[in-house]
């Protein structure tokens, strides 16, 4: 349950502090073909080195993966997922004393990841797998709720809304209430709009600029935007590792905007970046 002071969340599992304002959540992919990533943590060691190393640059949060999401990517089976992500996730948590996530949307491996020192389930589709909310509910650790329009094999087809800020929030909303009727609190529930996710780059930039509409639902909000598709259309940067500094502006945007959790690639630049949009905020 909720610590009473309300910046604290805590459960049986871990505890995340949001007192100073926005944490980082550090993406750990070991996959062969993330959009900006696939391939360098593969490796169990290098995974490893690089959780380590995101822990050391500030990151409160380690989101490990084992299934690329990236565009027209094909789904991985369970199996594959969990011998890839056990290995790290057990000895990065025997390793590093800040929380891990697992962003996968399927049970057996949100199952595996939780049994072996996950204490977050990150899921793309909010929980679809009815199960997945049941093992949440019975874990009582927290949960990221993201929208995506399609699968990643086909959101990017002729992405369409009438009203994307609103569409976005109503459907985030009924998972929420939907998970809760499952038995997680409301507490440990993060909203996640899904930048980049069945968006074309006006739907992403509308979404920021009403990303307070979220952050006034009621529910603690993530934010993805590192490194993404949209931040090259604007910049001109083809290459995903070169648009650090497109990044930093929507990573401070969030920060300012008071949203929970901004889930970044380079973790030290963007702790940095925290640290001063969270000490710039107006009135405080």
């Known amino acids: 349950m909720a610590n009473k002071n309300q910046n604290i969340l805590s459960w049986p599992g871990g505890k995340l502090d949001f007192s100073a304002g926005c944490i980082v959540m550090g993406v750990l992919n070991i996959t062969p073909d993330s959009f900006s990533d696939g391939g360098d943590f593969l490796d169990t060691q290098k995974a490893i080195e690089q ?4 822990a050391d640059e500030g990151a409160a949060i380690i989101d490990i993966g084992a299934e690329s999401t990236r565009p027209g990517s094909k789904p991985v089976s369970s199996d594959e997922q969990i011998k890839r992500v056990l290995p790290v996730i057990e000895k990065l948590a025997a390793k590093i004393k800040i929380l891990i996530s697992i962003d996968s949307k399927d049970y057996e491996v949100a199952k595996a990841a939780i049994n072996s020192g996950a204490s977050i389930i990150n899921d793309i589709t909010a929980l679809s797998d009815e199960k997945t909310a049941h093992l949440a509910a019975e874990k009582k650790v927290p949960v990221i709720l ?7 094999a086909t959101m990017q087809v002729e992405p369409k809304y009438k009203n994307v800020v609103k569409e976005v929030l109503d459907y985030l909303l009924k998972r929420a209430k939907v998970v809760q009727e499952a038995g997680i609190e409301k507490e440990k529930i993060f909203i996640d709009p899904g930048i980049g996710f069945g968006k074309t780059l006006e739907h992403n930039l509308e979404l920021l600029r009403n990303i307070d509409v979220f952050v006034n639902s009621g529910y603690k909000v993530l934010l993805g935007t590192s490194r993404k598709r949209f931040i090259g259309t604007l910049t001109g940067r083809e290459i995903p590792k070169e648009r650090i500094f497109g990044t930093a502006a929507t990573v401070a945007l969030a920060a300012a905007a008071r949203v929970s959790i901004v889930r970044v690639h380079d973790v030290a630049q963007m702790v940095d970046v925290v640290k001063v ?7 405080e």
């Open 51 to 54: 959780g380590i190393k995101m």
């Open 146 to 152: 993201m929208h995506i329009q399609n699968t990643p």
């Open 277 to 283: 949009a969270n000490r710039l905020r107006k009135g």
